[in-house]
């Protein structure tokens, strides 16, 4: 079998812990090139993973090198300045979540996306944790049978935790300095508070924005922030109500992560581990109280594959042609708009107390 040949881009922090070593450990690919500005870094990572061809930028890298892919992680902030020119080779493009600093980079990278063919996949890893797809499964299982009667409801709630849970542990670090990178603009009609408050709101809960697009299976809208700054209640398009519980309470060491989806007469709950958890996958718990039948629970078990390999896995298929539920840059784009509009609906509900 012929191994897809990807280029990696970006070897900082999250680059290497939550993406290239799972590459690397990924039969059907082969990590030929990396590029980083840091050249002592980009030397004793691709010499602990078996890199030979090592440049210090992304341009570089595709002018020399015949590639079938490209991984590409960098802060969201900088997306808008670093991403187009990876576009306009027209390969398909993993690269960190959210999209952009704002809705108008997302549309811009997703237009770029479109002009050059080059399909743009963004890291919701839990959409490829085996419980999250078993979850999305039952779902559309219930949905077709009507066996539960219909769906009635989602919440997920996210209190923060210990999300590395070592994950870290691997990470290779020198004491180059590089230049600073220039960032995006801040969003249109936002100042600097609320846009440092944005910042924060899409880096932490987006994932969530995105993971209840992804079980409803429909898009939705923000209907209510109470002031308080934890719940965002929400209706689909069909007309189901959810809510993201966010910040409730803070645990140091543990990571509580659930999303629980309400049918008439049965639930489905999702239990996440740590981001970067490694070998641990979520757990789902199905519970149904069919009209005329026995009630029952059940829990199965998976292999024991954390997210973010499954999804590098998933981006491989998607380059060869088989389509998984990987995040694309529209939907992508559409959970900057929620995270906007909650917080505009959260600012203006605090300007009333």
Request: hydrophobic letters at 35%.
């Amino acid at each position: 079998m012929n191994k897809t040949r990807i280029g990696f881009v970006g070897t900082g922090l999250m680059g290497q812990c939550a993406h290239l070593w799972n590459y690397i450990a990924i039969e059907e690919c082969e990590v030929v090139a990396l590029a980083e500005l840091r050249p002592e870094l980009a030397r004793l990572v691709g010499q602990r993973y078996g890199i030979s061809k090592v440049y210090t930028s992304g341009a570089e890298m595709l002018a020399a090198e015949s590639l079938d892919a490209i991984v590409s992680t960098h802060p969201f902030q900088r997306l808008g300045q670093l991403m187009p020119p990876l576009l306009e080779h027209g390969l398909p493009v993993m690269t960190e979540k959210p999209i952009g600093r704002s809705v108008e980079v997302g549309e811009k990278l997703a237009r770029l996306s479109k002009k050059y063919q080059a399909p743009l996949y963004l890291g919701y890893h839990k959409r490829s944790d085996p419980a999250s797809i078993f979850a999305r499964e039952q779902i559309e299982r219930w949905q077709s049978s009507g066996e539960v009667g219909p769906m009635t409801y989602v919440r997920i709630s996210i209190p923060p935790g210990d999300f590395v849970a070592g994950g870290f542990s691997h990470y290779l670090q020198t004491e180059e300095e590089v230049a600073p990178l220039q960032e995006d603009p801040i969003p249109d009609g936002m100042d600097e508070e609320s846009a440092r408050r944005y910042d924060a709101l899409v880096n932490y809960y987006i994932h969530q924005v995105d993971l209840i697009r992804y079980l409803l299976g429909e898009d939705y809208q923000v209907s209510f922030a109470d002031p308080g700054g934890i719940l965002m209640v929400i209706q689909s398009e069909s007309g189901l109500s959810g809510a993201l519980e966010m910040g409730t309470y803070q645990t140091s060491r543990a990571w509580h992560e659930t999303a629980l989806v309400a049918f008439q007469r049965g639930w489905i709950l999702l239990e996440l581990p740590p981001p970067l958890a490694v070998n641990r996958s979520g757990r789902v718990t199905v519970y149904s109280d069919p009209e005329g039948g026995t009630p029952q629970s059940v829990t199965p078990d998976f292999p024991n594959v954390h997210a973010m390999r499954n999804q590098a896995r998933n981006f491989i298929k998607e380059v060869n042609g088989q389509a998984t539920g990987l995040c694309r840059a529209n939907d992508a784009v559409k959970d900057l708009v929620t995270m906007r509009d909650y917080l505009n609906q959260l600012l203006e509900n605090q300007k009333k107390i």
